[in-house]
């Protein structure tokens, strides 16, 4: 069970540099490509997360990707509507924001995992880009769009079950 989490682990890391890699290349489906050929892109050192197993989860990061690929407008509004006054999703730190959409394209997909355990590994990973304060602007935005989502599941639920 552990070394599952762990390639989990280093998954949402990868799934985060393919999604930062949008930035300076357009092409997602190379991107993923060369992340699961290749599998040994260089960790920073900076990155103080000791991840254990470095293969990723080809299962798990293609379906991460796929859904943050046909819900990037649906992700961005949901980052978007829960900034503050003054604040628009252009303002945010690079990293930040493919962090924040891998992270809610998680929740979105994956509606069992636990929240907590989403939460928890987005953050171990923010903190090694951004400082305390980022960190928990980032734990801000991800626990409001989780509440979000759970309302308006559970407002769908009960429409189909009248």
Same mark, same amino acid.
């Given at each position: 069970?552990? &070394? &599952?989490?762990?390639?989990k682990s280093f998954?949402?890391?990868? $799934?985060? /540099?393919?999604?930062?890699?949008?930035n300076y290349s357009?092409?997602?489906?190379?991107? /993923?490509?060369?992340?699961?050929?290749?599998?040994?892109?260089? =960790?920073?050192?900076?990155? !103080?997360? +000791? @991840? #254990? !197993?470095?293969? =990723?989860?080809?299962?798990?990061?293609?379906?991460?990707?796929d859904v943050v690929?046909? &819900? /990037?407008? %649906?992700?961005?509004?949901?980052?978007?509507?829960?900034?503050?006054? #003054?604040? +628009? =999703?252009?303002?945010?730190?690079?990293? /930040?924001?493919?962090?924040?959409?891998? $992270?809610?394209?998680?929740?979105?997909?994956?509606? %069992?995992?636990?929240? #907590?355990?989403?939460?928890?590994?987005?953050?171990?990973?923010?903190?090694? @880009?951004?400082?305390?304060?980022?960190?928990?602007?980032?734990?801000?935005?991800?626990? +409001? =769009?989780?509440? &979000?989502?759970?309302?308006?599941?559970?407002?769908?639920?009960?429409?189909?079950?009248?």
């Amino acid at each position: 069970m552990k &070394n &599952n989490s762990l390639s989990k682990s280093f998954t949402r890391y990868a $799934a985060i /540099q393919a999604i930062y890699n949008l930035n300076y290349s357009k092409d997602l489906s190379e991107i /993923q490509t060369y992340l699961i050929n290749n599998n040994a892109f260089i =960790i920073d050192d900076d990155v !103080k997360v +000791n @991840f #254990g !197993k470095t293969k =990723i989860n080809k299962m798990f990061f293609i379906k991460i990707l796929d859904v943050v690929k046909k &819900n /990037q407008d %649906k992700i961005d509004k949901l980052i978007s509507y829960n900034l503050n006054k #003054g604040w +628009n =999703i252009h303002r945010l730190p690079v990293v /930040q924001l493919a962090i924040l959409r891998v $992270a809610i394209s998680e929740m979105i997909n994956f509606p %069992k995992t636990s929240v #907590g355990i989403i939460i928890s590994e987005y953050l171990m990973l923010t903190e090694s @880009f951004f400082t305390v304060k980022e960190c928990a602007f980032t734990n801000a935005i991800l626990e +409001n =769009i989780y509440k &979000n989502l759970n309302k308006n599941e559970s407002s769908e639920s009960r429409t189909r079950n009248t």
